[in-house]
């Protein structure tokens, strides 16, 4: 039997899920398709770990593993929804609620330090790199763009007297300090740090790499880091404007939670000068943000005296960005609350202005520490001051090719960055001991590698130009001359170019400050463009773009056609949404839209068509985007007001505009008579079964956890109707 595989997440996805994919099993079903879950939360990621300290009722397999080795498959037909990339007061409120739930789990202080790798290798960006057996073709589907286009998201005003910038280091960060080669040969490398005195210490070693690799080192300075920092601080001070910092302490979770002290110590200079000795001791660099010294300082012998301290330095210091006014939650509170690609396009949509502790909006000093990608941002924020808001109804497009399979690009988050422990060189060398790479380096600097095999690279040429072809949009790579690892690039995607057919293609390469440029002016006119980026950058403009043109990432249709032939089916890049679990458990009403779940389904069943030849599941797919387009166009998308709509209505409406369509259709027969009965029910009851759904909102639930919630109690919150469930569960018998 074909078979989907439906992930299991985290959040308001995972909620959404227990209403949805009731639906979605029950209409596969009519196609002779199974639809299973694998569970890849956080939650089940750190269980999987520790089968050893648990009872055979609480294990679970690694699913993770197990979708990693499916995704190099030709079988593969994977739907992944988004997951946490847990920061570290992420990973330990899941352990402490799965230890309060009965797992036998060791605390993070106290684990040993094999115990201490296993959690480690659940934290950050730990999903995705090991199912993206492929690269990203990520876009808005039409019928979209055409809503957005008709039913306009709020732009804020921008004027040219904006104080609002973008700082980035000009030396000593990563883009300056980098260097690359392309292996020659299969090898195996060393990475080491050979230190003032003549001792080396091994930073990696066994580093297998494959011919035509092109692999990377480069270092932050802590020196230069903390210069800037200083200046930002001063300088946000000076003109009046919020001191903001915009990181990814999630998915490089090695140098970015690092640099995000750095941040805390730097705003919060004179307390670390004078209690940086109690601090220090207590474990409290600032990494986990200013929010968990807060509440460990609640403990400290002295903790009245330096947070008084903080404190005053919060009073006297620049006025800082807010995550929450209300709570009092600033931009250091959580490494993982501020995520550069999601708050900086938020940012650029309000007027290029974040909130401030009075609960105004206020112009914005952005602190971007590395310059590889932040001027990017910035050429987005001129524009903006010269030409005004852009408008979603005019606007063109910009959907990506993104380089990502096999790891691809995987900066910042793995076992090849380092906090460097001494001064010295860190080298690379391959197995003859000869130096590839190699950098002067000082205490606390931040020393990272990466790896871009050949394979993906190909694959990334050929999607672009496949791309170009279908669609016939201008595409430009964009890649920068000055780095190293980009130049190099250049030079592979030229060669791989010449393999294919381009005439009459517009393709190009540009830096990506130029390419944003270019972009942004074709946008205000209308017109699309592809972008074709490197890992990280895809990460960026996918959510910049689409935040721009339609006000969330959300609605993406997220593509990956996996280099075995399988699919993967990504649904949107809209995070996790914590605060929209805190609403549903407050009010009983979930905001999350569903959208990017419907696009990804459509493609999935359309790839178990165009795979194996099953016109059924092709059919389910027409009929599940009309049924989409349908349910824009009556709006019928979550409200974010209790009362209104919700994700369950929102799903309710789907499956009903759904079984329409198919009822409707003419192209298969067998599937317009199962579905004409099931469409005439939830037609004929849509009223009540709408205001069953409003009537269950108000209240506060229950779902008996966050990261482990019960599934007899969650299943209740998001499935309260009988009527509905009964006429969706039906098809399945």
Known sequence: ????????????????????????????????????TRDISLAA???SQFPERLTAEQRIDDHLSELGELAKTPEANIIKLPNISASLPQLKAAIAELQAAGYDLPNYEDATDEERAKYDAVKGSAVNPVLREGNSDRRAPQAVKNFAKKHPHSMGEWTADSKTEVATMTEGDFRHNEKSVVMPDEDTLTIALVKADGSE?????GLKVLKGEVIDGTYMSASALDAFLAEQ?????????????????????VSDPIIFGHVVRAYFDEVYRNFGDELSAAGLNGENGLGSIFKELENHPQGAEIKAAFEKGLEEG????????????????????????ASMPAMIRTSGQMWNKDNQTQDTLAVIPDSSYAGVYQAVIEDCKANGAFDPTTMGTVPNVGLMAQKAEEYGSHDKTFKVPAAGTVQVRNSAGEVLMEHEVQAGDIWRACQ????????WVKLAVNRARLSGMKTIFWLDPEREHDANLTTLVNNYLAEHDTEGL??????????????????????????????????YNTDLFPILELGTSAKMLSVVPLMAGGGLFETGAGGSAPKHVQQLVEENH?????????????ESFRHEKNAHGNAKAGVLADALDAATEKLLDEGKSPSRKVGEIDNRGSHFFLATYWASELAQQSEDKELADAFAPVAEKLSSQADAINQALLDEQGKAVDLGGYYWPSDDKTSQVMRPVAEFNEVVDSLKK
């Open 233 to 253: 601080v001063q300088r946000a001070k000076n003109d009046g404007v919020l001191f903001s910092a915009h990181l990814k302490a999630t998915m490089m979770k």
């Open 506 to 539: 517009d393709i190009s390469i540009l830096s990506p400050v130029e390419a944003t440029k270019v972009s942004i002016e074709r946008i205000r006119r209308g017109e699309d463009t592809i972008s074709v980026t490197g890992n990280v950058l895809r990460d």
């Open 590 to 602: 979930l905001r999350w839209d569903s959208l990017g779940e419907f696009l990804a389904l459509a």
């Open 45 to 47: 990621r750190i269980v």
């Open 318 to 341: 620049p006025d800082l960005a807010m995550v929450n006014s209300d709570k009092g939650i600033t931009n250091l509170h959580v490494p993982s609350d501020v995520i550069i690609d």
């Open 201 to 205: 210490e091994v930073l990696k070693d």
């Open 452 to 459: 871009t095999k050949d394979a993906p690279i190909r694959d």
């Open 1 to 36: 039997m074909a078979k989907i595989i439906w992930t299991r997440t985290d959040e308001a996805p995972l909620l959404a899920t227990y209403s949805f994919k009731p639906i979605v099993e029950a209409f596969a079903a009519t196609a002779g398709i199974d639809v299973e």
